[in-house]
């Protein structure tokens, strides 16, 4: 994010871009939202991801997904849907049901901040979301010791659930669809690839498989353990 509310865009992006070094005191994660918005190209699936500007201080020229944190003011947005009961089932897990649609707020609106494009309807400079349209692929949390943590929720929507046109705040570059191998070509964090090898089995699931599949968290250096 880029805008006033949050005038250091290099201590926003979850899923543990950002979180070299190390500190002594103990940091509360801090729940934040990615949105894998995906399509399906003549090589096979593509994913919408950026490159993080060779500016910020943590792990410059990396590949993501568009995301941030959550803020307050999601608590306080309107949707033009609410979350599916698959989708705020999972969310609601290690969430409260508030927190849950907040977590789909921030997704959406990430995404708009972060690329132009609209996930539900534009409404002056804001989004109001459609939440049925995304689908919870797995959380990551940032290992203790580093000096900024998320609690990162991964959350997937088809291209045909958005419109507009790709126009970037700044903040990722090289904006475009990518099969898993290209962005592989560049420089894609540890947990990057993780979450994307758990949504391209999420992709082949059927739907009834989706809706019953086992939860997953990353923790630790990037460890995988099915949620308790």
């Known amino acids: 994010m880029t805008d006033s509310r949050h005038p250091d865009p290099t201590a926003d992006n979850p899923g543990g871009a950002d979180a070299e070094g190390h500190v002594r005191r103990v940091v509360r994660p ?4 990615s949105l894998i918005l995906w399509r399906l190209g003549p090589a096979g699936p593509e994913v919408l991801m950026g490159k993080r500007h060779s500016r910020h201080r943590f792990m410059p020229d ?3 997904f568009p995301g941030g944190r959550v803020d307050a003011d999601d608590h306080r947005q309107p949707a033009v849907s609410e979350l599916g009961a698959t989708a705020r089932r999972m969310l609601e897990r290690r969430a409260t049901p508030a927190r849950a649609r907040a977590i789909g707020i921030a997704a959406a ?3 708009f901040e972060e690329t132009g494009l609209v996930l ?3 409404r002056g400079e804001a989004v109001a979301a459609d939440l049925a349209a995304l689908h919870y692929v797995c959380r990551a949390v940032t290992p203790g010791g580093r000096p900024i943590r ?3 929720r991964f959350l997937a929507a088809p291209a045909e659930a958005v419109h507009g046109e790709i126009a970037g705040s700044g903040e990722l570059e090289r904006l475009d669809w ?5 962005a592989h070509r560049h420089h894609v964090a540890d947990i990057t690839g993780k979450v994307l090898v758990e949504f391209l089995a999420w992709l082949e699931m059927s739907a009834r498989a989706r809706s019953t599949r086992a939860l997953v968290v990353f923790r630790g250096m990037d460890n995988r353990h099915q949620e308790r």
Do not use: I, Q, S
């Open 30 to 33: 801090r729940d934040a939202a």
């Open 109 to 111: 609106r990430e995404l």
């Open 120 to 122: 539900g309807e534009k």
């Open 62 to 64: 990396v590949m993501v």
């Open 178 to 182: 990518y099969t898993p191998e290209a």
């Open 150 to 152: 998320f609690n990162a």
